[in-house]
């Protein structure tokens, strides 16, 4: 059973930086993609960023130039660079690692959610 724990989560100003870690407990021996998603009340989740296996990257429009998202596989660690942070950046982010499979349907997991609030 993989279990995701998120760190790194919490105030800043309008301008500043958080990082945001996410590491994957248990065995992932197939390819997988982790990302980062957000969301806030009354919304739908959103993705922000995500990276394969392979280092491949895909950002949402708002997170492009301001977000990085790394990977290290050795550990199964996720880390999201968030700079020029906005008061729209408020929201929950939740890890999200997706394990693929050939043969069958790919198979999601989730962590706890940390929350990031920016003050204008």
């Known amino acids: 059973q993989v279990q995701l724990v998120e760190s790194g989560g919490g105030l800043v100003q309008a301008g500043g930086s958080l990082r945001l870690s996410c590491a994957a407990s248990?065995?992932?021996?197939?390819?997988?993609?982790m990302g980062w998603y957000r969301q806030v009340p009354g919304k739908q989740r959103e993705l922000v960023a995500s990276?394969?296996?392979?280092?491949?990257?895909n950002y949402s429009d708002s997170a492009k130039g301001r977000f990085t998202i790394s990977r290290d596989s050795a550990r199964n660690t996720v880390y999201l660079q968030m700079n020029s942070l906005k008061p729209e950046d408020t929201a929950v982010y939740y890890c999200?690692?997706?394990?693929?499979?050939?043969?069958?349907?790919?198979?999601?997991?989730w962590g706890q959610g940390t929350q990031v609030t920016v003050s204008s």
């Open positions: 999200n690692l997706e394990v693929l499979y050939i043969l069958q349907p790919s198979t999601h997991y």
């Open positions: 248990g065995s992932i021996t197939s390819a997988s993609v």
């Open positions: 990276i394969t296996s392979g280092g491949n990257t």
